[in-house]
Structures are given as C-alpha cells and as structure tokens.
C-alpha cells in the first residue's frame, strides 16, 4: 500500500495493464469457447455431415494461382435424393436453403418474412425441439409450414396456430397449412430460421444434375 501511495502513476499504469491484459484474455476464452459451442447442442452432431465438393477450376489452373481446386457446400439439387436411395449408411438427409424472402398473410395481417426452405429429414437429423405437431407427418404434403413461437405470436396471438390456413407469396400467392410449431434456433446455432417450407416450394428449386445451389446434410 505504501509502494502503491509513493509510485502513483507507476502503480496505476502496471493496473491498467494488468486489467487490459486480464479482460482480452478472458475475452479470447470466451469468444473461443463460443465458437466451439456452435451446432453441439444437437443429439446426433457426431453423425450429421455436410457435404462438401472439391472442383477443379480452370482458371485459377491457367493463371496459376497455387492450389486450382476450390471448395463449395453448394450441391446440385438431385444429390440428396440419390445418397438415400443408393448409399445405406445414409439415414436421412435435408438440403437447405436460406433465406428466401417473401409475404406473409393472415387475416388482415401481412408481413415481409424470410422463409427457409428444408426436406422433411431436417426434422429427423437436428435436435430443435418440436413443440407442436407431429414430427413424422409434418412436411407430409408440399402446402405445410412449419413456425416458431415469434412467428406464431405475431401472426396468431394467445390462438392455437396448428391447422390455420395462410397465404404465403414467394412467387405467386399460394395456400398453406400452418402444421407445426418449432423452437426458435439458439444463438449458437449455424442454421437459421423463422418459417420452415418444403424446399420444394422455393421459387428457383430444381432436383436435377445442373443446378448448383443447395447445402445438403445427411
């Protein structure tokens, strides 16, 4: 205290930057740790995959630029379907697409939402919890939707959203059914979403071998 009381500046500069030094390197810890939380919350993580494609590209081979390989998580739209029928050890599988912009309509209620298109394994594949619907049937048709609370809180208010019908227009106005509710996904989570719809009914989707534009997860 005495050395603290003679040396005033000395002793006030060695705290600050002890402090700074304490708080970045908790700081680092705790960003670290953020991001090795991400998507570990899902029962099945260790099993979930995402595929990847490594192409060669022409140009950067010609330029010579190093490596002429690129990577991408975008699939063409008939690989999903194809490692399910003929690849066993595939047990589900879901391709993504986010987000797909559009209007939401009930009543007198319209809103510009951000929709998310999935296959019916999303459901089977990642651990966000269902809380209203039936999990195996919910994508069982091409006009149901799927909602989180926020969603279903704006929309229908303290009224049970199962079974009400809506209008989405993603490219044309169109009839769905609103068939279950889901949890909002946690902050540390790779994968977003507020309405969940067939990929099927995204505007621009093609299952075929030319399309390149879907993340795809078995």
């Known amino acids: 205290v005495r050395n603290i ?22 700081s680092v810890y705790l960003f670290i740790q953020d991001e090795k939380s991400f998507d570990q919350f899902h029962i ?21 630029e190093g490596e002429p390989f690129g990577e991408t998580v975008a699939q063409n739209g008939k690989l999903g379907d194809v490692m399910l029928e003929e690849i066993p050890a595939v047990q589900s599988m879901t391709r993504y697409v986010a987000p797909v912009n559009g209007l939401f309509r009930y009543n007198e209620k319209v809103f510009s939402e951000k929709f998310t298109g999935v296959d019916s394994g999303f ?29 279903a809180e704006k929309y ?3 009224n049970d959203p199962i079974g009400k019908t809506v209008t989405l227009d993603l490219a044309e106005e169109k009839l769905y059914t609103v068939v279950g509710v889901i949890s909002a996904p946690p902050a540390n989570s790779s994968i977003s979403y507020d309405v969940l719809i067939p990929i099927t009914e995204v505007p621009w989707f093609r299952n075929d071998w030319d399309s390149h534009s879907y993340p795809t997860f078995v």
């Open 5 to 26: 009381a003679k040396r005033k500046l000395y002793s006030f500069v060695n705290s600050v930057g002890l402090s700074i030094g304490i708080a970045f390197s908790l």
């Open 44 to 64: 099945n993580k260790d099993n979930i995959q995402l595929i990847v494609s490594k192409r060669f590209e022409f140009m950067r081979f010609k330029n010579g």
């Open 123 to 151: 459901f089977k594949m990642f651990s966000f919890e269902l809380l209203a619907g039936n999990r195996d049937k919910l994508f069982d048709r091409n006009t149901n939707i799927v909602i989180t609370p926020p969603i």
């Open 156 to 158: 229908f208010g303290i």
